[in-house]
Each structure stands twice: as structure tokens, then as C-alpha cells.
């Protein structure tokens, strides 16, 4: 059975951090990624990462926020920095398989006060 466990997620003032942390059981992921949603909108890509470290960003988050994670550990990190009232959301974790399947986390939350 697929679990992906998240946790922190929290309050932080504009301008600061937080740090997510996405454990995986269960699967050998090819790639990991962190999507968001805020309230009235959809889903959308934050950043993701390949078992070979390869990365993509969404625009409005390069140079704040960075991908990494530890093979050993099955774990993906996100790495937020000079956080925005616009990335308050519940962030969810991502992992796809080898074989094209998909599984979601729970969710956590980010709210950045302004």
C-alpha cells in the first residue's frame, strides 16, 4: 500500500520560511513533485523532481522555493523562502511511479500572513 506522508506545513509571516517534508512507503517513485490549491482555485504545480534530480519550478516560485530529495529515504523536501500572502494554499505531495501511476498525500497547510 502507497502512503506519502507530509508534514511541515504551518503560519509564517510574509518574507519568511518553511520547510515541507513528504516521506514516501511503499512505491519506488520516478519522480516527486508538491502542487497547491487556494480556495476557488485549481490545482496547480509547485515544483517537481525526478529520481535523477532533474527539476522543474513554476514561474511565479523560481528562486524561492527549491526541490530535493534523498533516494535513500524515499523522502522529497520542499524548501520555501520568502514566503508570499499568494503561496498560502494546502500543499500536496505527488509521487508517480514507474509505471505511470500517480498517488496524492493528505495535504498540509501553508498560510503566509501579510
Known amino acids: 500500500q502507497v502512503q506519502l506522508v507530509e508534514s511541515g506545513g504551518g503560519l509564517v509571516q510574509a518574507g519568511g520560511s518553511l520547510r515541507l517534508s513528504c516521506a514516501a512507503s511503499g512505491i519506488i517513485f520516478r519522480s516527486m513533485g508538491w502542487y497547491r490549491q487556494a480556495p476557488g482555485k485549481q490545482r496547480e504545480l509547485v515544483a517537481s523532481?525526478?529520481?535523477?534530480?532533474?527539476?522543474n519550478y513554476a514561474d511565479s516560485v523560481k528562486g524561492r522555493f527549491t526541490i530535493s530529495r534523498d533516494n535513500a529515504k524515499n523522502t522529497v523536501n520542499l524548501q520555501m523562502n520568502s514566503l508570499e500572502p499568494e503561496d498560502t494554499a494546502v500543499y500536496y505531495c505527488?509521487?508517480?511511479?514507474?509505471?505511470?501511476?500517480?498517488?496524492w498525500g493528505q495535504g498540509t497547510q501553508v498560510t503566509v500572513s501579510s
Open positions: 523532481i525526478t529520481r535523477d534530480g532533474t527539476t
Open positions: 505527488k509521487a508517480t511511479d514507474w509505471l505511470n501511476r500517480y498517488y
